[in-house]
C-alpha cells in the first residue's frame, strides 16, 4: 500500500492562519506572500496542515510507488524565516543551475525551500520570477495540476 503525506489540505481559515502569525512584520510579510502568490497561481490560498498555505494542487507519483498530493507552491510563515516551497528551481538538490537565485538577496535554501527572515532582504522582482519559473515547472511536469 502507498504511504500518504502527513501534509494533507484541510478546510482550516486561511485568514484566521495568518491573522495568528507573530511578531507583526512576520505576519505582514506572509500577507504579502499570499497575495503574490495567489495573483501568480490563479488559485485561492488553502491550508495544508496546520501551517502550510498552498495554491493550487498537483498529484505525484514516485517510481518507488509513493503517491500523493502537494501544493503547486505554497509558504509558511515560521518563526525562524519565512519558508517558500518552489519546484524546479534547483538541479539535482543543488543551487547551482539557477542563475536567478544570485540576485534574490539574504535567503538560505533547502531541497525545494527559500527560507527568507524578512520580505525587505530579497529583490521582490526576483522572487517573482523564481515563482512563475516553479509553477510553470509544476505546470509542464504535472499537466493536471
Given at each position: 500500500m ?19 502569525v ?5 505576519q505582514?510579510?506572509?500577507r ?12 485561492p ?7 502550510i ?33 518552489l ?9 547551482a ?8 538577496g ?6 525545494g ?6 520580505l525587505?532582504?530579497?529583490?521582490l ?21
Open positions: 502507498a504511504q500518504q503525506n502527513k501534509t494533507q489540505p484541510t478546510d482550516a481559515d486561511v485568514e484566521a492562519f495568518l491573522a495568528a507573530e511578531p507583526a512584520p512576520r505582514a510579510d506572509a504579502a506572500v499570499c497575495d503574490l502568490l495567489a495573483m501568480l497561481s490563479d488559485r490560498p488553502k491550508m495544508w496542515g496546520p501551517s498555505v498552498g495554491f493550487g494542487q498537483y498529484h505525484y507519483r514516485y517510481e518507488s510507488g509513493r503517491e500523493g498530493d502537494a501544493p503547486c507552491i505554497g509558504f509558511s510563515p515560521r518563526k525562524a524565516a519565512l519558508t517558500l516551497y519546484m524546479g528551481i534547483y538541479a539535482d538538490g543543488g543551487m543551475k539557477e542563475p536567478l537565485l544570485a540576485k534574490l539574504k535567503f538560505t535554501a533547502g531541497k525551500c527559500l527560507y527568507i527572515k524578512r525587505s532582504d530579497v529583490d522582482g526576483v522572487l517573482e520570477a523564481l515563482a512563475v519559473r516553479s509553477l510553470a515547472h509544476v505546470r509542464r511536469t504535472y499537466p493536471h495540476s
